[in-house]
């Protein structure tokens, strides 16, 4: 399971990746050589690095990729960081990296399968009672699937990856990130959000139209209004929300793309894609930078918030979509959603 807004450019992934290359490195244009090797520091008008002593951060789908290099950025500065992952074998291999990396023993593992919201739930509870603080909460993992697959939830399988258990998980730890405050939730994205559609009578495509892109989109729009309207309704809390697309990076989550695509990526990855390095310092940027000190609400590409889809910025959608996730994760307490007009959006 990789990180969760890798995708969205691929239908042109050269471009993409190359201006994604060129954007991270002209923000950075007095240590484009650090940048390369994950060590920049995230903020963009600031040499110095916060300093995270005393912070606890918990990172999902940080066995890989843009995980991992998060998580050996922020244990660098000094947080306590647990890390989460689907499968122990690689998850404690990425914990003995992180440890080497970043010279702190202040990094901890905790199993979790998104998809499973009883797996979601043990994850919460580990968490709680290891952990009274929560500074950091990013919500990295995800996945996408060639062929329509569904949980033992009985819910489409990357809908309940990417979004359904990144909101369980979010709110089952809010009180821990607002006892915190200030504290930050993460949330990552994709560019694919833009062409991403919701479909209220059928969020899963069990009437048929599935397809690998059309999933994961619908997901990551998801991912983008789920961050608008949490941040609407921690207003006043300290308890800031953003999201963002990492750029196309090269890492595992590609292999879940469809087998056509697959000559391209090899040669996207060799020579267009960003490292896992910069795509980790975007969300490390979001996650500890002082330039967005209280700032919520926001979705982000190269460290720069930009306007999102026009559906993420629809409020009645927004209402729509909390209403059955919560249906959807048995979360007691949904809020009453205004009349949203068309059940197909």
């Not at 499968?87 to 992180?98: H, T």
């Not at 202040?106 to 952990?131: E, I, T």
């Not at 300290?238 to 990492?246: A, G, I, K």
């Not at 087998?259 to 020579?271: D, E, G, I, N, T």
Request: hydrophobic share 45%; charged share 20%; with cysteine.
């Amino acid at each position: 399971m990789g990180g969760g807004g890798e995708l969205g450019g691929l239908r042109r992934l050269p471009i993409v990746a190359r201006q994604d290359r060129a954007e991270a490195l002209s923000r950075n244009p007095r240590r484009p050589d650090a940048i390369a090797r994950g060590m920049a520091t995230p903020t963009s008008g600031s040499a110095a690095q916060p300093d995270l002593h005393g912070k606890t951060a918990l990172i999902t789908g940080a066995n890989a990729g843009i995980g991992l290099e998060a998580a050996v950025a922020i244990a660098r500065m000094g947080a306590e960081v647990v890390l989460v992952a689907r499968d122990r074998a690689k998850g404690e291999a990425a914990l003995r990296e992180v440890r080497e990396r970043s010279g702190s023993q202040a990094v901890s593992l905790l199993l979790c399968d998104l998809g499973s919201q009883a797996s979601v739930r043990a994850l919460a509870g580990a968490f709680r009672a290891a952990h009274s603080q929560l500074h950091i909460l990013i919500n990295n993992a995800g996945g996408v699937s060639t062929e329509r697959r569904q949980t033992a939830d009985g819910i489409e399988q990357t809908f309940a990856v990417n979004h359904l258990g990144p909101f369980l998980l979010t709110n089952l730890l809010l009180d821990v990130l607002e006892k915190s405050a200030p504290a930050r939730i993460v949330n990552v994205a994709s560019t694919g959000h833009y062409r991403g559609t919701l479909d209220f009578d059928d969020l899963g495509f069990a009437k048929g139209g599935y397809w690998v892109m059309r999933a994961y989109s619908r997901s990551k729009l998801a991912n983008v209004i789920f961050t608008r309207d949490l941040a609407r309704r921690l207003a006043g809390k300290n308890v800031t929300v953003t999201s963002l697309h990492p750029g196309a990076v090269a890492t595992n989550i590609w292999s879940g793309a469809p087998a056509w695509s697959k000559p391209l990526l090899a040669v996207a990855k060799r020579f267009f894609m960003i490292t896992p390095e910069e795509g980790g310092a975007r969300i490390v940027y979001l996650a500890t930078s002082p330039e967005v000190e209280g700032k919520t609400g926001g979705y982000y590409e190269n460290d720069v918030e930009r306007a999102p889809a026009k559906l993420a910025l629809d409020d009645g959608v927004a209402a729509r979509l909390w209403e059955v996730s919560a249906q959807m994760t048995g979360m007691a307490g949904a809020a009453a959603a205004p009349d949203s007009g068309s059940n197909r959006r």
